[in-house]
């Protein structure tokens, strides 16, 4: 059934870091290397092995298919992890900018602060993602 919503293409997409997607890939093969390991053995620690490592290999999938953040006319989808995604809508937000930690602070116009931890972001993109946020400060 066709629920009428539209997807619209991002304007840009700001890709992970490739040293992230690399470290998540050798952990994952590492478990699953593991967990075959055991379960070739019969041991029962095989089963217990391969359940992280199916969900870690998942996940590992997710981020290579996935960016970090997709960036649309009226708002930012952030998803640094298959389990943490944030959609934030542009017409909120009053002021952005980095603190020393290099976390993405957002200011909403009723005054709340929001700290976003960047991540996995690749370093050489994030003025662009900076520069598609609404303002900085």
Known sequence: ???????????????RNPLWLVISL???VIFIYFSYVLLRDMNPLGFLF???????AFHTLWIFLNPF??????????KPS????????????SR???DKKGDLILEYKDG??????????????????????????
């Open 1 to 15: 059934m066709d629920n009428g919503k539209i997807e619209e293409p991002p304007l840009v997409y700001i890709p």
């Open 26 to 28: 050798i952990l994952s």
């Open 50 to 56: 391969f359940i992280p490592a199916s969900l870690l």
């Open 69 to 78: 953040a997709g960036i649309y006319k009226d708002k930012i989808e952030i």
């Open 82 to 93: 298959l389990f943490h995604q944030k959609t934030r809508y542009f017409i909120d937000i």
């Open 96 to 98: 952005t900018g980095l």
């Open 112 to 137: 709340d602060n929001e700290r976003v931890h960047l991540f996995g972001i690749h370093k050489a993109h994030l003025n662009a993602l900076l520069s598609a946020l609404p303002s900085n400060k």
